[in-house]
């Protein structure tokens, strides 16, 4: 097989190379220096991360390549014909930004430069005089030659450059296509670093939306937990996403009893958070209204129901418990949610899952039921999301009830240090990786 032709290496270097000889390739040719003066361009264009200042490198550039003393960018973006804008200029004093300062761009209509950006084709024009009445003759004073370098998008010439210079025979040695060819990828790599910045200052702000809809989010939450006689308290919420779907509250029912509510809207982010506001919203309006745990999930139901027919399939599960501190006694009703666990003696005592119906915001008519049982000193009750008990490790193995009910002993002495100890040990099992889902832990230890 005959050696591939190279310009600068023939059949001896490849050879010499092929048979692991150190010598140094022979450079490439590059009689007029063109070459090397376009990779050093190109390297540099690759280092910039603002496209003003990369305009302004290949600007100072673009002279050695193509001579030409006078320079002129003209677009005519969002405009017709005959108009067009001046968005540079060398003769400028100041250097404006075409994005940011389209006010103070110059704005003139036909012309031997209208006439250039309208006819799309490149051009290479020798002893031309631009009349004085043109409406760019400032731009070009003394003109005598140039050459019209168009940079297309979706097939049309929306913006070109054009380099002038008081030589009619400046631009007889320019190869055209290989000018408008390097023009126009520089054109692609200045509209994708614009892009890539535009997007950047989108991310930002959204950022910064999502981070204030995570504030009034965790705003919504309970300030600081209640003192609910003989009952010791403590939580724990962390979300998926920057705002999130888990919801708790509790209610102070003014005849001694105390509403305890969690909840978990499906999905996490900014949508399930918007679906929590307004349960919560409803939930402080009606919940002194209704006496009874159904009362309340019922109306809940109806509410949710009408408002997520405008999103796709939306629903909440939910717990919501009446406990009276005066007999220990906890009424309470469930919308799908995590049964929470009744640990008794160090031990699960039973899981409180004989009050489920439907998650809100599925089927108005459903009906929910009412249970009872009792809380008894030295009892603890966990309620919690999925959002925990679902979390896996990087086997995909589940968190699960097991694991949950470890950190709940009878010698534990708060309900903070069953928190704290369900938040360690999940961490632990799922190697600090990222939640998949938002979590949220209440655990209420009777005294």
């Given at each position: 097989m005959n050696a591939p032709n190279v310009p600068g290496l023939g059949a001896t270097d490849l050879a010499a190379q092929r048979s692991g000889d150190s010598r140094p390739l022979p450079p490439p040719p590059d009689t007029d220096g063109r070459l090397g003066l376009v990779v050093d361009t190109v390297r540099e264009i690759s280092l910039q991360t603002d496209?003003?200042?990369?305009?302004?490198?290949?600007?100072?550039?673009?002279?050695?390549?193509?001579?030409?003393?006078?320079?002129?960018?003209?677009?005519?973006?969002?405009?017709?014909?005959?108009?067009?804008?001046?968005?540079?200029?060398?003769?400028?004093?100041?250097?404006?930004?075409?994005?940011?300062?389209?006010?103070?761009?110059?704005?003139?209509?036909g012309g031997l430069l209208g006439e250039l950006i309208y006819d799309e084709t490149p051009r290479l024009l020798r002893d031309?005089?631009?009349?004085?009445?043109?409406?760019?003759?400032?731009?070009?004073?003394?003109?005598?030659?140039?050459?019209?370098?168009?940079?297309?998008?979706?097939?049309?010439?929306?913006?070109?450059?054009?380099?002038?210079?008081?030589?009619?025979?400046?631009?007889?040695?320019?190869?055209?296509?290989?000018?408008?060819?390097?023009?126009?990828?520089?054109?692609?790599?200045?509209?994708?670093?614009?892009?890539?910045?535009?997007?950047?200052?989108?991310?930002?702000?959204?950022?910064?939306?999502?981070?204030?809809?995570a504030d009034i989010q965790r705003s919504l939450l309970p300030e600081r937990l209640p003192a609910i006689p003989g009952v010791d308290l403590a939580a724990w919420y962390q979300t998926a996403a920057m705002a999130g779907g888990d919801y708790y509250d509790f209610f102070d029912l003014d005849d001694g009893r105390w509403g305890i509510f969690i909840a978990d809207a499906s999905g996490h982010g900014t949508p399930a958070a918007v679906v929590m506001a307004m349960l919560r919203t409803m939930l402080h309006a009606r919940c002194y209204q209704c006496v009874t745990a159904p009362e309340l999930l019922t109306l809940a139901n109806r509410q949710l129901c009408l408002q997520t027919r405008r999103y796709d399939g939306s629903f909440v599960t939910a717990f919501y418990g009446i406990y009276d501190p005066r007999d220990g006694s906890l009424r309470y009703s469930s919308a799908g949610h995590n049964p929470p666990l009744l640990v008794r003696g160090g031990a699960l005592l039973r899981e409180l899952d004989d009050a489920q119906a439907l998650p809100l915001g599925v089927y108005e008519l459903t009906e929910f039921c009412e249970r009872r049982t009792t809380l008894c000193p030295g009892d603890t009750l966990l309620l919690y999301t999925d959002g925990i008990t679902e979390a896996s490790n990087a086997a995909g193995e589940m968190y699960g009830h097991q694991r949950l009910l470890t950190c709940v002993h009878e010698d534990v002495p708060s309900a903070q240090h069953v928190v704290d100890c369900v938040h360690y040990k999940l961490h632990a099992f799922t190697g600090g990786g990222p939640q998949d889902d938002d979590q949220t832990l209440l655990a209420l230890r009777v005294r």
């Open positions: 496209p003003q200042t990369m305009v302004a490198l290949f600007r100072r550039r673009a002279r050695k390549l193509y001579r030409g003393e006078l320079f002129v960018a003209l677009s005519r973006r969002e405009l017709s014909a005959p108009w067009y804008r001046i968005t540079r200029s060398s003769r400028w004093p100041e250097e404006l930004n075409p994005w940011t300062q389209k006010d103070r761009l110059p704005l003139l209509q031309v005089r631009m009349a004085p009445g043109d409406p760019a003759h400032e731009h070009a004073p003394g003109m005598r030659s140039l050459i019209s370098l168009p940079i297309y998008e979706q097939g049309k010439a929306l913006n070109m450059v054009v380099r002038m210079s008081s030589d009619p025979a400046c631009f007889d040695g320019v190869n055209l296509a290989d000018a408008v060819l390097e023009a126009n990828l520089f054109g692609r790599a200045t509209g994708t670093l614009l892009m890539a910045q535009r997007l950047e200052a989108a991310y930002l702000q959204l950022d910064r939306e999502r981070k204030r809809i």
